[in-house]
């Protein structure tokens, strides 16, 4: 499986980092050894001292397609969680800097704790979703899935226009503003529609 990433699908995210608000998604992966499952620790690696957690609501793609067309992109997937995009965002500073890719600060390994699934029926609306990030306890993100810079779908058929999706791939679909350093010794939970699905903690 793959992990594909929308960065900047959030305006009020866009503008914290001073970034343009993208008219065309922008798009990044991570490989598969970037997972982090069953709510384990995440251990802070020793090469960035500026690791930024990103929470996203994320796709599960349930059956393979290309030049998937967006009235039907709705077809291709059919469970949702939570993840967390892990960005080394002093490595990823530099890396801007210089015009180069972004791959070491954001693909690097247990960068993509994901929570476990739930079929997407079990949602009344996929675009009212609310979704929480607690740090220690603290509020730091609370975003709603209607401030979607491009929905589920215009992401599924725009990156299936270059890469072909395949069953079991993950789509990170954008974080909202309220990014922030982890350290070592915090706490990290996450909640979709009030459900707590984030659990871990930072070593």
């Known amino acids: 499986m793959k992990i594909i990433a929308i960065g900047r699908n959030y305006a ?34 020793d090469f960035s001292s500026d690791i930024h957690y990103e929470l996203e609501v994320v796709l599960k793609i349930g059956k393979e397609g290309k030049h998937i067309a967006e009235k039907f992109a ?8 939570l993840g967390i995009d892990f960005t080394a965002r002093d490595i990823q500073s530099k890396h801007k800097e210089k015009g180069l890719p972004w791959e070491l600060a954001k693909a690097f390994d247990s960068s993509a704790p994901v929570s476990l699934f739930q079929p997407k029926t079990d949602f009344e609306d996929l675009y009212n979703l609310n979704f929480e990030l607690k740090v220690n306890g603290e509020q730091r993100q609370n975003g709603y899935t209607k401030d979607l810079l491009f929905s589920f779908e215009k992401i599924i058929s725009f990156v299936s226009q270059y890469i072909t999706l395949k069953k079991g791939d993950l789509i990170f679909t954008g974080t909202p503003a309220g990014v ?24």
């Open 12 to 45: 009020e995210h866009a503008k914290e980092l001073n970034n343009p608000v993208p008219t065309t998604p922008v798009i990044f992966l991570k490989p598969d050894t970037a997972l982090l499952k069953d709510n384990k620790p995440f251990y802070h690696p």
């Open 74 to 81: 709705s077809n291709y997937y059919d469970e949702i969680g």
């Open 180 to 203: 922030g350093k982890v350290n070592k010794g915090d706490k990290l939970e996450a909640w979709l529609e009030g459900k707590q699905l984030l659990n871990f903690d930072v070593k």
